[in-house]
């Protein structure tokens, strides 16, 4: 597995335009369009329901980000995702925290975390033309289309420890 050092990539954040979507940061995976489209499918999101722009950086500057997400992956599931981490970001809107982890191989990981409740999950979403890896080989994955990504799938579990 390569490190996130070893692939070139820009080292500012950014604004995921979901208007005019970008493979910027994405360029070294062979789905980039379909991942791109699902990284603004994110942000269309999280702006019209929390009027939030969603902003990500390179994974070399989201190392904290990025330990977090493969920590609860592990420690919940003894899961380790092989695809090289692209971005990240992490964020709170209302009364949740959300970390965002987009990968080479067209992944994108997410973990839900309320500060006050019991909602806890961490979710996956496959970009169009990526094949489940063997990792989420045990999970069930459901389809969502999307005009910015096209077809979705996507699956959770539920966190059941203290992060």
């Known amino acids: 597995m390569r490190s996130a050092g070893d692939v070139k990539s820009r080292a500012v954040s950014y ?3 979901f208007v005019n979507v970008s493979t910027i940061g994405l360029e070294s995976s062979p789905v980039a369009a379909a991942l791109a489209g699902l990284r603004a499918n994110e942000a269309r999101y999280f702006k019209n329901k929390y009027d939030h722009v969603f902003t990500v950086e390179p994974a070399a500057k989201a190392k904290k980000e990025i ?16 695809s090289l981490p692209l971005e990240a970001t992490t964020f709170q809107v209302e009364n ?33 033309g990526m094949e489940v890896p063997a990792e989420l080989g045990s999970f069930k994955f ?6 910015l990504a096209g077809t979705i ?3 959770y579990f539920v966190i059941k420890g203290e992060y």
């Not at 992944?107 to 909602?119: A, E, I, Q, R």
């Open 15 to 17: 604004a995921v335009d």
């Open 67 to 82: 330990d977090l997400v493969h920590r609860i992956l592990r420690e919940e599931r003894d899961m380790v995702v092989t």
């Open 96 to 128: 949740i925290r959300w970390t965002y982890v987009f990968y080479e191989s067209g992944l994108s990981v997410n973990v839900l975390y309320t500060l006050d409740g019991p909602k806890r999950a961490v979710g996956f979403k496959l970009a169009e």
């Open 142 to 147: 459901a389809r969502q289309k999307s005009k």
């Open 153 to 155: 799938r996507g699956s």
